[in-house]
């Protein structure tokens, strides 16, 4: 999915796929502790969720780089990346 994403020509899906590719990096690091596991799935199912929903509805995109970037803000936060 990923690699998918990354061949997107709109930027909020790269966005999309360089965090995903940040969980895959850390889950490739090593194990990750059951809390972060558990904030991690807290944070991206229910906001890919919303994006799904907002694809599905056909939401202009502006709405969909905001639910990316949100997504993006969050899991930035949780794996001490910075956004």
């Given amino acids: ?9 709109d930027e909020a899906w790269r966005t999309l796929a360089v965090d995903l590719g940040a969980v895959l990096a850390h889950s490739r690091m090593g194990p990750l502790s ?15 969720w919303k994006l799904m929903e907002a694809v599905w509805d056909g939401l202009p995109d502006a709405e969909l780089r905001t639910r990316v970037s949100g997504l993006d803000d969050r899991l930035a936060a ?3 990346t910075g956004s």
């Fill in 78 to 80: 949780l794996l001490g």
């Fill in 34 to 48: 059951k809390g972060l596991v558990a904030d991690i799935e807290g944070v991206v199912y229910p906001r890919l």
């Fill in 1 to 9: 999915m990923v690699e998918r994403l990354t061949a997107e020509p």
